[in-house]
């Protein structure tokens, strides 16, 4: 029986509200006066594995405090709102929720704070919630941000198509900032043929762009939003019998590995959040909140005062054929 399985059990035979954890993922001394935790969806995708862990990790040992992971491994939003209550219902020192996965999370944020909890949101707002502050990327230029990539690739024009996870607010944001960007400065040469919803998962991806490859063959360009889109995109065109650049590729970063389609051709740009960040300045937003001591003409935060922030964007990074070698030679990958 999974570690997961066996803790809810436990929780409804004790009757006590526990948290829905990703796995034993315990950052910081074991005697840490303070936890903090950080939620999300799919908490063990690879890709927050190889970064956000590393924050994790990184704040923990500075502020000598716990930080512990928690959500489900799967794509579950109800789980994932489950997780957010669950862990809120203990009252730890603070929560970090990876927001842009579905709005419907605005409601457990604003238990969390109304609980007394102090709670922000990183990578992907959700600006009506009650939360402190927004810690990441700016969507809407991360889809600009592919949108100039690919049309500097493409200057006579073509027909273009996005993947992403179209549900989650983040990437309607990216899509947004995709399609103005097209509109306003494409001179009318692009069309913009479909956006396709690839639920975050490889395999999906790879399905959704092989049917896209059929039914337009003279596809020009595909956008990918999520981690996942860009393999998945990049697996179709291969299987496919394309060549490198005969379709340009714009993406998420995913896994080290994955900046090998830029190296050679797959990719055209890879847009990198600064995910190490995210959690990093999230604990740092509420390590500071609970402790800065800092007021607003008087006011602390309990009584209506700011001492944080509303929001920190932590920027991006495009990977392209012009620097991937020194980001594959950081990463020691061959």
């Known amino acids: 029986m999974r570690f997961t399985t066996r803790l809810a059990l436990l929780g409804l035979l004790l009757g006590a509200a ?19 935790y950080w939620v999300s969806n799919k908490a063990n995708l690879p890709l927050f594995v190889q970064y956000d862990y590393v924050g994790m990790k990184r704040v923990a040992e500075e502020l000598k405090v716990q930080v512990r992971v928690a959500g489900p491994t799967d794509f579950d939003i109800p789980g994932f709102i489950a997780a957010v209550e669950q862990v809120c219902a203990q009252k730890p020192a603070g929560v970090s929720v990876v927001g842009g996965w579905d709005p419907s999370l605005t409601e457990a944020i604003n ?13 992907g707002d959700l600006p009506l919630s009650k939360r402190l502050s927004y810690i990441g990327t700016n969507w809407t230029k991360i889809g600009e941000a592919q949108a100039r990539a690919m049309m500097a690739k493409l200057p006579g024009g073509g027909k273009l198509a996005m993947t992403s996870i179209i549900n989650a607010d983040n990437m309607r944001e990216a899509v947004r900032g995709f399609t103005a960007y097209v509109e306003a400065n494409g001179k009318g040469k692009y069309k913009i ?29 595909i956008a990918g939003f999520d981690s996942e889109s860009g393999a998945g995109i990049v697996r179709a065109l291969q299987e496919g019998g394309k060549k490198p650049g005969e379709v340009v590729v714009t993406a998420m970063e995913q896994t080290p590995d994955f900046f090998k389609t830029a190296r050679d051709g797959w990719a055209e740009g890879i847009v990198v959040q600064n995910r190490e960040l995210f959690i990093y300045y999230a604990v740092k937003t509420l390590y500071d909140y609970n402790h800065n001591g800092l007021k607003t003409s ?13 929001s920190v964007d932590t920027g991006v990074l495009v990977v392209n054929k012009a620097n991937v070698g020194k980001v594959l030679t950081a990463l020691n990958v061959k």
Do not use: H
């Open 18 to 36: 526990v948290p829905a954890l990703a796995q034993e993922s315990n950052f910081g001394p074991r005697d840490a006066k303070e936890t903090y």
């Open 111 to 123: 238990k969390c704070v109304e609980m007394g909890v102090p709670t922000v949101v990183d990578d």
């Open 193 to 221: 043929v479909a956006s396709e919803d690839d639920n975050g998962d490889a395999a999906k991806a790879a399905q959704v762009t092989s049917a896209l490859l059929a039914a337009n063959p003279d596809i020009a360009g």
């Open 298 to 310: 008087g006011l602390t935060g309990a009584n209506g005062g700011v001492p944080v922030p509303p």
